[in-house]
């Protein structure tokens, strides 16, 4: 028979345990009787909507403070608003059947729904729920699905990536919680190539599947043996950690290694291949500022569920993130346009690897002199002086003497930003892809990629435009080195050209093509996720752009890193040198990648810059307005009123007139990008400041893709 003691002790324990809440249609039903919407009940407990719509529809509990907080507002409206009869418990579904699951999962298993493939509104993961003191570890997936998810690649049943808290919840896409039991990095590493049903599948037949990726939180972080922070000069400079850290010696002792870039904000972890399996994992460590705030706004500050989200939708519909979102720009055309594809050796009969049609192969390609660095080996041993291309977004400011009285007299200043300019220039966009051939005086082909000696200082267009030929807008002076798209418009503007010399490419494609594809279905679904669809029309359009990134911040981040991954992808074709020991002459990582192509760079802008004078030229033809300054991809026009709409040009039957700008939300159309009073941008025009860089009301990021 129990003790007295023993009784009051298991009393005591009961008392102690955290508060129970009402089941979650209860939750749900107090609120609404209360007339409180999720929203403000977010606010007030200081989490997110979407959190709260977890709670109440039993994906997640709320856990300490917020949950005695919770169970104390949930009491108060018990008492106020009762109900009619005893609530119902919310309705179990019915069982499914499971997949088989690594045994470390002792508890109900994952269903096998795709993380690649998940739902476009798919809702955030939940927050870490409680989790009771001896509970095996377990995979933790809601049981209740919004809709049907098509059935995924049966290896990677958890998604592509998760993110690790201190408490060894890996929280992944579509709401999975996993428990990961993992105390160093390499127990960490061997967990999630064992265990955790983590990854994703190859985007081109001839590809790699996507390594895991795990992100580790702060205290993740610490609990496996790293620094909350990377400490001291070296490591800053370096950004990674020394190679007498413990914890890159515990890595290597368990023979794992570790890629050129070694233990930093990115590391990738790996032993050779063994056959066709690929034993790799790839690491983000957030307080490394592993996500860059300017890619990612807002996402490394988000709970771990949430920034999973974040992760999942990009890695779904773009890629699983590999490093910044520039590489993982550059990682994608790879990944879409493999460099090999296996081919049986008619002397053997064996399967070898063979060349990629379209690719860029497997060995890197030195650039044209012209088309190189000033520091490039091509350069500096050949002693090239022959000019370089000057293939560059814009930077043009009119001169304020061309404005005229009327133009001085408008009220407003409005910018125009075209979306992902780049990308649209990306598409069907044939680029070079064998080594440069040198011609002197060729005739002048558009249909060629490649560097053209031509002199278009002949060329007299209307001074209140920049020039299409110079990134400053200012006329040519004499012969300069230009991309093809650049002779091709200035032929297209009806002048002859006679190129002194070239450095053409024989063999050619469209080699972005599937890499422009993906982006742009990645960011037309964003935002019609974000409620700016195709279907709205232009007064409808602005509305909702005006408040897209307040319906949803995850996917405003989500659709900011699609952006950043465009410029910052076209960028890496030529990554420049770092680090202050770099000497002229040498050569430095990025060279040796095939991906190293400042040609292909060139292209995109030049045909971008282009693209946008065209526009500039249509308006001016069509609606006698000019503008008064370009940066890259926005444009300033003096305006009657504060909106588009008051300058833009439209058909009497009210539709958008072709050639000029039209508003809209998909590459290559305008949205508005900020309004100031026009006495404004005259002041920042005499001071010979630009004011497309500051109509935004901040100062706008010059990215050039470089």
């Given at each position: 028979?129990?003790?007295?003691?023993?009784?009051?002790?298991?009393?005591?324990?009961?008392?102690?345990?955290?508060?129970?809440?009402?089941?979650?249609?209860?939750?749900?039903?107090?609120?609404?009787?209360?007339?409180?919407?999720?929203?403000?009940?977010?606010?007030?407990?200081?989490?997110?909507?979407?959190?709260?719509?977890?709670?109440?529809?039993?994906?997640?509990?709320?856990?300490?403070?917020?949950?005695?907080?919770?169970?104390?507002?949930?009491?108060?409206?018990?008492?106020?608003?009762?109900?009619?009869?005893?609530?119902?418990?919310?309705?179990?579904?019915?069982?499914?059947?499971?997949?088989?699951?690594?045994?470390?999962?002792?508890?109900?298993?994952?269903?096998p729904e795709a993380p690649a493939a998940a739902p476009v509104d798919a809702p955030t993961a939940p927050e870490r729920p409680a989790r009771p003191a001896g509970r095996p570890a377990t995979s933790r997936r809601p049981a209740a699905r919004k809709a049907a998810v098509p059935a995924v690649d049966p290896r990677f049943p958890h998604g592509p990536l998760a993110v690790l808290d201190g408490d060894g919840s890996a929280y992944g896409v579509d709401g999975i919680v996993l428990d990961c039991p993992a105390?160093?990095?390499?127990?960490?590493?061997?967990?999630?190539?064992?265990?955790?049903?983590?990854?994703?599948?190859?985007?081109?037949?001839?590809?790699?599947?996507?390594?895991?990726?795990?992100?580790?939180?702060?205290?993740?972080?610490?609990?496996?043996?790293?620094?909350?922070?990377?400490?001291?000069?070296?490591?800053?400079?370096?950004?990674?950690?020394?190679?007498?850290?413990?914890?890159?010696?515990?890595?290597?002792?368990?023979?794992?290694?570790?890629?050129?870039?070694?233990?930093?904000?990115?590391?990738?972890?790996?032993?050779?291949?063994?056959?066709?399996?690929?034993?790799?994992?790839?690491?983000?460590?957030?307080?490394?500022?592993?996500?860059?705030?300017?890619?990612?706004?807002?996402?490394?500050?988000?709970?771990?569920?949430?920034?999973?989200?974040?992760?999942?939708?990009?890695?779904?519909?773009?890629?699983?993130?590999?490093?910044?979102?520039?590489?993982?720009?550059?990682?994608?055309?790879?990944?879409?346009?493999?460099?090999?594809?296996?081919?049986?050796?008619?002397?053997?009969?064996?399967?070898?690897?063979?060349?990629?049609?379209?690719?860029?192969?497997?060995?890197?390609?030195?650039?044209?002199?012209?088309?190189?660095?000033?520091?490039?080996?091509?350069?500096?041993?050949?002693?090239?002086?022959?000019?370089?291309?000057?293939?560059?977004?814009?930077?043009?400011?009119?001169?304020?003497?061309?404005?005229?009285?009327?133009?001085?007299?408008?009220?407003?200043?409005?910018?125009?930003?075209?979306?992902?300019?780049?990308?649209?220039?990306?598409?069907?966009?044939?680029?070079?892809?064998?080594?440069?051939?040198?011609?002197?005086?060729?005739?002048?082909?558009?249909?060629?990629?490649?560097?053209?000696?031509?002199?278009?200082?002949?060329?007299?267009?209307?001074?209140?435009?920049p020039s299409p030929f110079t990134p400053d807008g200012s006329r040519p002076t004499g012969p300069a080195w230009y991309q093809t798209h650049t002779v091709a418009y200035a032929q297209e503007l009806g002048y002859d050209v006679h190129p002194i010399e070239a450095y053409l490419r024989r063999e050619t494609g469209a080699y972005l093509d599937p890499w422009h594809d993906r982006l742009k279905n990645a960011y037309v679904d964003t935002l019609a996720d974000l409620g700016v669809t195709k279907d709205l029309?232009?007064?409808?359009?602005?509305?909702?752009?005006?408040?897209?990134?307040?319906?949803?911040?995850?996917?405003?981040?989500?659709?900011?890193?699609?952006?950043?991954?465009?410029?910052?992808?076209?960028?890496?074709?030529?990554?420049?040198?770092?680090?202050?020991?770099?000497?002229?002459?040498?050569?430095?990582?990025?060279?040796?990648?095939?991906?190293?192509?400042?040609?292909?760079?060139?292209?995109?802008?030049?045909?971008?810059?282009?693209?946008?004078?065209?526009?500039?030229?249509?308006?001016?033809?069509?609606?006698?307005?000019?503008?008064?300054?370009?940066?890259?991809?926005?444009?300033?026009?003096?305006?009657?009123?504060?909106?588009?709409?008051?300058?833009?040009?439209?058909?009497?039957?009210?539709?958008?007139?072709?050639?000029?700008?039209?508003?809209?939300?998909?590459?290559?159309?305008?949205?508005?990008?900020?309004?100031?009073?026009?006495?404004?941008?005259?002041?920042?025009?005499?001071?010979?400041?630009?004011?497309?860089?500051?109509?935004?009301?901040?100062?706008?990021?010059?990215?050039?893709?470089?």
């Open positions: 028979m129990s003790s007295k003691e023993e009784l009051f002790a298991n009393v005591d324990a009961l008392l102690e345990e955290e508060p129970q809440l009402p089941p979650p249609a209860e939750r749900a039903r107090l609120r609404e009787a209360a007339g409180i919407t999720q929203a403000r009940l977010a606010a007030a407990l200081k989490t997110s909507t979407q959190t709260v719509k977890n709670w109440e529809n039993g994906r997640s509990e709320p856990k300490p403070p917020r949950l005695e907080a919770y169970q104390r507002l949930l009491n108060g409206w018990a008492a106020k608003y009762p109900a009619h009869s005893a609530p119902a418990v919310a309705p179990v579904p019915a069982a499914t059947p499971q997949p088989q699951v690594p045994e470390t999962f002792t508890g109900p298993a994952a269903a105390t160093t990095i390499p127990e960490l590493v061997e967990w999630t190539l064992r265990e955790s049903g983590l990854g994703a599948p190859k985007l081109n037949r001839y590809g790699k599947d996507s390594d895991p990726l795990i992100v580790l939180t702060a205290a993740a972080a610490v609990k496996l043996g790293l620094p909350e922070r990377l400490e001291g000069h070296e490591q800053r400079r370096s950004l990674r950690l020394p190679e007498d850290h413990p914890v890159v010696k515990q890595a290597a002792k368990a023979k794992w290694q570790l890629t050129q870039r070694g233990f930093g904000p990115w590391a990738r972890i790996y032993r050779k291949a063994q056959g066709r399996e690929r034993q790799c994992v790839q690491l983000a460590i957030l307080s490394w500022d592993a996500l860059d705030e300017r890619s990612w706004p807002g996402v490394a500050e988000m709970e771990p569920a949430d920034i999973a989200r974040v992760l999942g939708v990009y890695a779904q519909r773009v890629i699983t993130p590999r490093g910044s979102t520039a590489v993982s720009g550059l990682e994608l055309m790879t990944a879409l346009r493999p460099p090999t594809k296996p081919e049986r050796d008619e002397e053997t009969g064996n399967w070898i690897s063979g060349h990629n049609p379209g690719s860029l192969g497997t060995e890197p390609m030195d650039p044209a002199p012209p088309e190189a660095t000033p520091e490039h080996p091509v350069v500096v041993q050949s002693g090239w002086t022959g000019g370089f291309l000057n293939e560059e977004a814009y930077q043009w400011v009119r001169s304020v003497d061309s404005l005229s009285d009327e133009e001085c007299m408008m009220p407003f200043a409005v910018g125009l930003d075209l979306n992902t300019a780049f990308l649209a220039a990306a598409a069907r966009l044939v680029v070079g892809l064998s080594t440069p051939d040198h011609f002197h005086a060729p005739k002048f082909n558009p249909k060629i990629p490649g560097s053209w000696l031509v002199d278009l200082s002949h060329i007299e267009l209307d001074p209140r435009l029309d232009d007064r409808a359009f602005l509305a909702a752009m005006e408040q897209h990134k307040q319906v949803d911040p995850a996917l405003a981040a989500v659709l900011a890193a699609i952006k950043a991954t465009v410029k910052g992808g076209v960028g890496k074709l030529r990554e420049r040198p770092q680090g202050k020991h770099y000497k002229e002459g040498e050569r430095w990582p990025a060279l040796e990648r095939p991906t190293w192509r400042p040609d292909i760079r060139a292209a995109v802008i030049s045909k971008a810059r282009v693209n946008m004078h065209r526009k500039l030229n249509n308006m001016a033809k069509m609606t006698g307005l000019f503008p008064l300054a370009v940066l890259s991809d926005c444009v300033v026009y003096p305006s009657p009123g504060a909106s588009p709409l008051d300058f833009l040009p439209y058909a009497a039957s009210g539709k958008p007139q072709p050639g000029g700008f039209r508003l809209g939300p998909t590459p290559g159309l305008a949205k508005l990008e900020g309004v100031q009073p026009m006495l404004w941008a005259v002041e920042l025009m005499e001071k010979g400041l630009n004011p497309a860089r500051h109509i935004k009301g901040g100062d706008a990021v010059l990215d050039e893709g470089e």
